[in-house]
DNA sequence: CGATTGCCTTGATCAGGATCAAATGAAAGG
DNA sequence: CCTTTCATTTGATCCTGATCAAGGCAATCG
């Protein structure tokens, strides 16, 4: 039976473009055993809430499949997402019992759960689980810190063009991404989520995606279908430096 | 003797502002010792850089004194701060020995360094070192989706009236936030790093400042030395939640 | 002392996105 | 089949903040 969350070691998918969040990558004894009979599993459908900010969240969890968004909201109703979960992704900080943002399941997720009690309690007596933690965290601010120079110095075109290719990117590879291939992947977000992920409202990301078809930069065959013809030439549309110093 | 950065435990400091990012605050047997032997100093005037983006980085350090700002810069020299340290931030990845952003020096600045190398071996066998470090990114990646809101949704007056009072709460602490008096503080920032802080221009910065000035919210005797008059009337301009729930 | 330099302010104009409004299209339901 | 609903597109207009261009002011230096 497997334990989804924890046998997940980077190593284990090398060619994996997202930067793989086990919660344990290196501990197979004990403690392995312990998180194995702590775990509980969540299901929710798509567009669903898991947790709403100032909520009391008492579990830690890392998903399983499917995507879930946290965001941000201010009083008068404008929204900004701040972290997108892809499988293997963690959510909920040990020591805080207040989730500080909207957890919402953007697709039909599922999420390997943990209470919180006993999972601080292993974590204390556990130095590998504190350390791959650490890892993961530190990976998580880097693209936090990403985002914000997308969000407080690129255009519309550049935010979009960012977006497509951290998705691309995702789902198909580096690999593919070398091979210089067309690449297509499903949307999993809908114009609004993609504005609140990006910082703008859902009409510039409605022109902004046409625009980039009618400039042959992407297809846009079904709204939520994409395919990316020349991989390079979206990237020249990022802003970023042409390597895409993705991963470390 | 002191050692900076490893005596300031959160609980030493009850009425500070700023959440204090201690290597190590529960430690203090052989492996504050450890430390001690380990650790240099490093001294920067205003304005110099400490590592440029792309170098080798063999230390970890903690802020003694000064400021420092992490900047993220576009090959057409757009520029974005993602990061900015205070005394007892902690700058750094263990694990990781290329810089992913310049630091540079702000205000003249003292750093507390410890090479990397044996800073991770102590890591690995001291789990407080690393539950703590862990507590401290975990912090600063609060910060930094907060500071997302602001850059993707907040208005130039938003984004001006949320640094005023993060700067303010600061240097005063939220006893004298909660006291309602005035408050005073030097700017340590230039029109342009605050800019680079907001996504903004350092024209429209300074346009706002003195909008803030001319509508009452802050006095500005000397361009850099700032008094604001009524704490919450400034809050109310930053478009937060009024309770500013700024730690946990 | 005048010249230079760095930082800040101010003004005029422009443009990228926001906003408001309406239409389209597809899927779901009665 | 018609209605409803939701996601998306498209159009017209507006406005915030960017851009370009000068000018002020204080500190520093020759």
């Known amino acids: 039976m497997s334990l989804h969350a924890l046998k997940l070691a980077p190593q284990d998918c090398g060619d994996c473009p997202i930067r793989h969040r086990a919660v344990c990558a290196r501990c197979d004894g004990p403690e392995l055993a312990k998180l194995e009979e702590m775990k509980y599993y969540r299901s929710f459908e798509a567009g669903q809430n898991v947790v709403w900010s100032g909520d ?19 009083e008068d109703g404008r929204r900004q997402m701040v972290g997108l979960l892809l499988p293997s992704d963690f959510v909920g900080r040990p020591g805080r019992t207040i ?7 953007t697709t039909d997720l599922v999420m390997c759960c943990f209470r919180r009690k006993p999972f601080e309690e292993m974590m204390a007596t556990t ?26 110095r ?10 497509l290719s951290i998705l691309a990117r995702r789902d198909v590879g580096l690999k593919a991404k070398a091979a210089k291939g067309p690449i297509s992947f499903d949307l999993p977000l809908t114009r609004e989520e993609m504005a609140d ?18 400039d ?8 939520r279908r994409i395919t990316v013809p020349n991989f390079d030439r979206l990237m020249n549309e990022t802003g970023d430096d042409s390597d895409g110093g993705f991963l470390s």
Chains 1, 2 share one sequence.
Do not use: C
């Not at 989730?99 to 399941?105: G, K, L, M, R, S």
């Open 99 to 105: 989730a500080p943002y909207d957890v919402t399941a």
């Open 154 to 163: 690129k255009t519309a075109r550049e935010k979009i063009a960012s977006l």
């Open 197 to 214: 992920y990006l910082g703008l409202t859902l009409e510039t990301v409605s022109r902004q995606m046409n625009a980039l078809k009618r």
């Open 56 to 74: 009391r969240m008492d579990f830690v969890a890392s998903v399983v499949s499917g995507i879930a968004s946290l965001t941000q909201t201010m």
């Open 216 to 223: 042959g930069l992407v297809e846009l065959e079904e709204k």
């Open 127 to 152: 130095p590998h689980v504190a350390q791959r933690l650490l890892e993961m965290t530190l990976d998580e601010l880097d693209a936090a810190r990403e985002w914000m120079l997308l969000l407080g």
